[in-house]
């Protein structure tokens, strides 16, 4: 079992239980799946406080009605349907555009030391950034989240064509733009 499908069983797991003992069970379920939300979700909003609030809005959705998640085929990908439809109603909300503070945590492979680290973290979400959104929903969905194309068009209810030339696109400008980057000389 990859990965992958390791962390939707538990996702899976954790809506059962939510199913059976209600908001009791909400807590696993927010300990399990909220840093992956949030960072998906900074991937679509752009905006640390939007991505943590849709986050928080499903999540209280859930503790209201429980069951909702009872007999979802895949409740890892309806949790990021809900999430990802919940930042557009928050932009539409607010009827603007915001760019993203910091996205720290989007990057788990660490460079040697914590100044390459920050550094590295920067030039990766400046160019994740620059991305549209269409390409760069597909792009975290596909590279942190490990997911298939088929399930990435199942969340983002597109053709499997569509994200995998979305993924295609962004994968070529973050290259690009990422290869650009000024050469550090190390000394000593």
Request: charged fraction near 25%; glycine fraction near 4%; hydrophobic fraction near 45%.
């Amino acid at each position: 079992m990859s990965a992958t499908q390791a962390f939707s069983a538990r996702v899976r797991e954790c809506t059962d239980q939510l199913a059976v003992t209600g908001v009791a069970a909400l807590g696993m379920l927010y300990d399990l799946t909220a840093q992956r939300l949030v960072r998906f979700a900074v991937t679509v909003s752009y905006h640390q406080h939007d991505a943590e609030d849709a986050v928080q809005a499903v999540l209280a959705r859930l503790a209201t009605s429980p069951q909702q998640l009872k007999d979802v085929g895949c409740p890892w990908a309806y949790l990021l349907r809900m999430v990802r439809n919940e930042v557009i109603a928050i932009h539409r909300r607010q009827k603007r555009c915001t760019a993203a503070g910091d996205l720290s945590d989007l990057i788990t492979r660490c460079p040697i030391d914590e100044a390459e680290r920050e550094e590295s973290h920067r030039a990766v979400w400046a160019a994740l950034r620059s991305l549209p959104v269409d390409q760069a929903e597909v792009v975290v969905l596909k590279i942190w989240e490990e997911m298939t194309f088929a399930q990435i068009g199942e969340i983002l209810e597109l053709s499997l064509n569509t994200v995998a030339s979305r993924y295609q696109y962004g994968i070529a400008k973050l290259t690009s733009r990422l290869t650009k980057q000024p050469t550090r000389v190390r000394h000593g």
